[in-house]
C-alpha cells in the first residue's frame, strides 16, 4: 500500500504559481493520501473550494476534508445572505471508503506575535485489505516547541484513550425505528494507527523524541501504544531525509519537517520511505511510504 503526506501550500508551488492540477498529479498513485494546508473561500486562491476540486481531480478516492480555522466570509446578494466560511486545515484521501471520521482541534497558545493559527489532526478509520487502521492527516504548530510538545501530548494521550472511547457510536441501538446506525454493527475503533503529516519539527528535535521515545539501553523497544518512525525503520539515519528547503539566517537549509509515524505493531510492516526532492507543486516536498496493508492474508492481529 502507497501511503503518501503533502503540506500543499494551499496550491502555490515553489515557483509561486498556484496549480491544484499539478498537486493532484503528485499525489494520485497514492492509496492513502495526507494532505495538509487545504482551504476554501480565501481571496488568494480565488476563493476556491480546494476539497471539492482534489477530490474531482482524485477520483478515485474517498475523501474527508478537516477545518480548524473557520471564519465567516458570507456576502449579501440582493437581500440575501450568502453563507460561506474561509477555511483552513487538512485532508484525508482513500481508494477505500473512510468509514468514519473526526477532527480534533489541537491545543494552542495565543501570541502577541507572529501570527499563529488554529491546528487540527484529522482522523480517519479505514477499513485495509489487513484490518482497520486509524491513518490521522496532522498538522502541528509553526512557532514554538511548547506548543508542539503540548499537541504531542494531547495526542498521546487521545491514542491511549481509543480502547476505551471507540468511534462515534458504539453499544446497542434500543430505538431502532429512529434509524441511528442504518443497521450497520458498531464501526471498529483499532488501536493500529499512523501518523501522517507535517509536524514543524526536526529528528533531533524533543518534539520527535517525544514521539518515539528513548530506550538507551534495549535498542528498537517499542511500547503497543507507541509509535515509531517510518523512515527509520526503513534504514534511514537523521540526516538522511529532507522535506524542507529554506533559507535561514543566511544559509540554505534542508529540513525534515514531514513525517509518517506508525503504531508499533505495524512497524514491522513498513517497506520504504522517500522523499521527492524534485518535486516543486508546493514549498514542501511529498512523503513516500509503501507498507504492507494490502494483503488480506496478513490481518492485524486483533487488540
Known sequence: MKLVSYNIQYGFGADGRYD???????????????????ERGWRRTGFDDQPEILGQLLPEH??????AFDMDASTCVDGRIV???RQFGTMLLSR?????????????????APLNTQNPALECMVRTPAGPVRFFSLHLAHIGAEERLEQIAFLQDLHRRTPFQGGPWSGVDDEPERDWTHGERE???P?????LGDFNCEPDSAEYRRITGTTPYHA?????DGFVDAATIAGHGPGDLHTHVKEIGGRISKRRLDYCFVGSMLASRVRSVSADNAEIASDHHPLRVDIDLDDPASRIAPE
Open 187 to 189: 464501526p471498529e475503533c
Open 20 to 38: 491544484l492540477e499539478r498537486i493532484a498529479r503528485v499525489v494520485a498513485g497514492s492509496d492513502i493520501i495526507a494532505l495538509q494546508e487545504v
Open 96 to 112: 477505500w471508503p473512510i468509514v468514519w471520521s473526526r477532527l480534533h482541534l489541537l491545543p494552542m497558545r495565543r501570541t502577541v
Open 191 to 195: 488501536l493500529a494507527a499512523i501518523w
Open 83 to 85: 453563507n460561506r466560511r
Open 220 to 224: 528498537g523497544a517499542a511500547y503497543l
Open 62 to 67: 474517498y475523501w474527508v476534508y478537516g477545518p
